[in-house]
């Protein structure tokens, strides 16, 4: 079986409060239990290939412990014997638990603050969708303005032709009226003075045949007195 990782350590016994060296031979996730951390206070992580201070705290219990590493080439658990070790300052054991309490909450902080950041992240996203809709909207509310204030001054110069066209057709309309006032007239001036022609016609004829009857008489007259003499 090929060893995923080389772990050199003192003693597979570690005394409550103690440490040992564990030595990484390829890049590898370890996770290590609870009441153990590294020197910087984190008990997991991903570690690229070196030697690793391991502490095991004064609130660790006794008996067996494990160890978790994961790597490319597979798993494999390490298993560390905790012993007790007597008259241990009780101060220095609370300190320890408290050290663990506070490495969970920074644990527990730090995915917080991930997701937070991951949040922030989308809202900013969101936040610059909003703003080049919002943007979008602004333009387009510009354009339709620009539309409105050519349609309404379209309407005033429709208005505007419209009165025009009223007032000049009023116009026709009382040229119209005043037109067939004259016809009308004209008309009856015409009858008036076809009757006048048809009288006239009348008092020729009758002027014209005494006319001739006038001269009839002296033609007989000048006749008699010719005769006379």
């Known amino acids: 079986m ?13 005394p409550q409060g103690g440490d040992f060296n564990l030595t990484l031979s390829e890049q590898a996730y370890v996770e290590l239990d609870p009441c153990m951390f590294f020197e910087n206070s984190e008990s997991s992580g991903n570690f690229s290939p070196g030697d690793y201070r ?15 590493i994961k790597s490319r080439s597979g798993a494999e658990n390490i298993i560390i014997k905790v012993e007790k070790v007597e008259n241990v300052n009780q101060r220095i054991v ?7 309490s506070l490495r969970k909450n920074v ?3 730090t995915q917080k603050r991930d997701y937070l950041q991951s949040l922030v992240a989308v809202l900013n996203d969101i936040n610059v969708q909003l703003y080049d809709k919002q943007k979008e909207l602004a333009e387009r509310n510009n354009m339709l303005a620009s ?8 309407l ?17 309309q009382a040229l119209l009226d005043s037109t067939k006032i004259d016809l009308d007239h004209c008309k009856s001036e015409l009858a008036s003075l076809g009757n006048i022609l048809s009288n006239s016609s009348f008092y020729l004829d009758f002027f014209k045949n005494l006319a001739i009857l006038a001269l009839a008489i002296l033609a007989g007259v000048f006749l008699a007195m010719l005769r006379r003499y």
Do not use: H
């Not at 090929?2 to 570690?14: C, G, K, M, N």
């Not at 609130?59 to 412990?65: A, F, M």
């Open 54 to 68: 391991v502490i095991v705290s004064y609130g660790c219990e006794p008996g067996i412990k494990e160890i978790l």
């Open 107 to 109: 644990e527990d902080l």
């Open 94 to 100: 609370e300190l320890q638990k408290e050290v663990i």
């Open 156 to 172: 005033n110069n429709c208005s505007e032709n419209v009165s025009k066209l009223e007032n000049r057709l009023v116009g026709m």
């Open 147 to 154: 539309e409105l204030d050519k349609t309404r001054k379209d």
């Open 2 to 14: 090929i060893l995923l990782v080389i772990a050199l350590i003192s003693t597979f016994s570690v």
